[in-house]
C-alpha cells in the first residue's frame, strides 16, 4: 500500500512536471509603441511623483459612489504641464443581487511639457455644497523632458515588384532598390526597353537589365524568361518607370505591352540626435470631436489621438456600435469608456457620455463609422449614424 502510494505521487508529479515542460510562456514585455503609464494609489497621497514628457499619470483610488460619494479634481492643475484624460468609476464585479459594495475611480493625465504642478481630489456628495470633504487626496507632480533618442537608421531595401504592380505608385528611402521583373521571349525579337524621357534620373538612377532565360532542357530552343531591370533611389521626389515591350527596329510601332510604376522617393532618416544639447519636449497630437462633429474629416500626428465624445443613453437599451471596425493598421482603439451624467437625487434612466478614444499609429486614412442603435433593432429608423474620417500624417 505504502509503496503504491509512493508511485501514485510520482506519477502524478511527473504530470505535472510534462505539463509544465508543454507550457511556453511569453515574456510580457511593454509595447514600445504604447506610452509608459504610471499607476497612483491611495497610499501616495501627499507624495512627489516624478514623470516624463509623453507619458500616462494614472491615479486609482477607491471609493463607493452607491453612498452619493463621487471623487472629484479641484481646479489648480497646471493644464500646460498635466492634461486631464478624462476619468471613469468602475465597479467590482459581485454575485447576482449584491449592492453597495463599493467601487474604483481612474483618473488620467497626459504629461506635456516640463513643470511642477499638483492633482488634487476631494470625495463629496455633489449636493453638499456647504460640507467639508470626506476625503482629501493630493499628490505632486514634477515633469521632466522626454529622453533624447537617437534616430535609428534607415535600413536600406530591395523592393521587388512584377506584371501585377503594374499602374501602383510605390514609396522607398533614399538608398533603396527597385527590381521590376517582366515575363519575356528574346527569341521572337522582342524584350522590355525603358522610355528614359519619363525617368528622372536624378532621383531614381537606372543600374541597367538584364535578361534571365527559364531553366529548360538542354537543346531546347525558343525558350522563354524574364526582363529584370534595376533602379536606385537617389533623392527625394516623385518620378515614373515606363517601360515597354517591343522589337527594337520597329520604331513606329507601339509596345505590344506596356508597364508604368509611379515612385515616390521619400528622404533618408535624419542624424542621430546630438546626446550633448537637451532633448527636445514634443506634445502628442490630439484631436477632441463630440456630435457635432459628424461627417467631419480631421488630421492628426502619428502616435496621436482621437477623442470622441458622444451623447448615450444605454439604460433605453441604445449604445455606440462598431467602435472596432476601423482600419487597426492606422487607427487603434484604445479606450471605450461610458460615464453617466451628474444624478444626485437617485433618478433612474438618467443618460450620460460615451468616451471613445483611438491612437494614430501610421499615416494613412481612416474612417471611424458608428450607429447609435439597439442591437436587435440594426433597421430601425431611429437609429444615429456618426462618420468621421481621420487622416494621419
Known sequence: MKYTILLAAAALFAGLRLAAADTVLEPNLPDPDEPVEIHISSGDANKEIKAKVGEIIVIEIEGNATTGYRWDETPGRSDSVLESQGHEYKTRELPVGMVGYGDKAFFRYLVKAPGKTEIVLNYTRPWEKDVAPAQTFNVKIVAEAADAKPAAATEKKTHELGKDDNGKAVKVNVGDTIRVKLKANRTTGYSWALAESKLDAKILKSDGNEYKVDEHPAGMVGVGGNDVWTFTALAPGK????LGYARPWEKDKEPVESFKLTVEVAAAAAPAADATKPATATTPKEVRLNQGDNGKTVKVGVGGTVVLTLESNPTTG????????????????????????????????????????????????AKIDLTYMQPWEPDSEFNTNYTVTVEVE
Open 239 to 242: 518620378t515614373e518607370i515606363a
Open 318 to 365: 441604445f449604445s455606440w456600435t462598431k467602435v472596432d471596425q476601423v482600419d487597426k493598421s492606422i487607427l487603434k482603439l484604445e479606450r471605450n469608456d461610458y460615464r453617466q451624467n451628474a444624478n444626485p437625487a437617485g433618478m433612474v434612466g438618467v443618460g450620460g457620455r460615451a468616451t471613445i478614444t483611438y491612437r494614430a499609429l501610421k499615416p494613412g486614412k
